[in-house]
């Protein structure tokens, strides 16, 4: 049998682990890949493996009883997803979906293999839970914003992070009104009201499938102070 390419130096985090649970890491994992648009796990299935994504993003969304959705978080290269995290070790089937954006490539540690690295090796430990960590940070910060925040100003800094940063004016978003809710976690007849007002202000230009930014500057104002410019 051929032996394995050691995939740990790819990963930087996995790359500061000590040899020993590198060489364990490598033994254990198998690889998997899935084309885009593939759907890796869905609320109510059983978490089997725990995931390290070496290319490709992965979107982790929730899906109301309405069929509304908002995404929780995308996994990019070098990174883990916390829901499969916490149902591998919680023991519970998953609660969320996560789909490919793009075509992926991962290792898959099995459950067993990974409570007996987590049980055994004090850096995996870590690298488990700094990234658990981290993303719960993370998730706790858009609880807040949808809890607390104001639509047009997160709408207003999400057309500035996807155009490709704040400042740029004559910037693309390729993004459907119901791409923008999902990310937002409201409606798509929100978004569309909200954009239209930012039209009728001349701040964006909407089109089908893309809103071009405009003024740029009044986008970002009222991202940061909640003030809208006349």
């Not at 430990?125 to 981290?134: L, P, Q, S, T």
Request: hydrophobic content about 40%; proline content about 2%; charged content about 25%.
């Amino acid at each position: 049998m051929a032996q394995r390419r050691d995939w740990t130096g790819s990963v930087s985090a996995i790359a500061a682990l000590d040899s020993a649970t590198r060489a364990r890491l490598c033994g254990l994992t198998r690889s998997l890949s899935a084309p885009a648009g593939t759907r890796l796990f869905g609320e109510g299935a059983p978490c089997n493996n725990y995931l390290i994504l070496l290319s490709g993003q992965v979107r982790v969304q929730k899906v109301g009883v309405n069929g509304r959705e908002i995404v929780l978080y995308r996994v990019e290269p070098g990174e883990t997803c916390v829901v499969t995290t916490a149902c591998l070790m919680s023991g519970i089937d998953y609660d969320a979906e996560g789909i490919a954006e793009t075509d992926i490539i991962a290792e898959a540690l099995p459950i067993a293999s990974f409570r007996e690295l987590l049980a055994d090796s004090a850096s995996f430990r870590e690298f488990v839970f700094k990234a658990y960590g981290i993303r719960i940070s993370s998730l706790l910060m858009l609880i807040e914003e949808v809890a607390f925040g104001r639509i047009d100003q997160r709408l207003a800094a999400r057309l500035l992070e996807h155009s490709g940063g704040q400042g740029r004016e004559g910037g693309a978003v390729s993004a459907t009104h119901q791409d923008l809710a999902m990310e937002l976690g409201t409606a798509r007849e929100v978004v569309s009201r909200q954009l239209k007002e930012f039209e009728r202000r001349g701040w964006v230009k909407r089109g089908r499938g893309q809103i071009l930014i405009v003024q740029a500057n009044a986008l970002e104002a009222l991202s940061h102070t909640g003030e809208l410019s006349h």
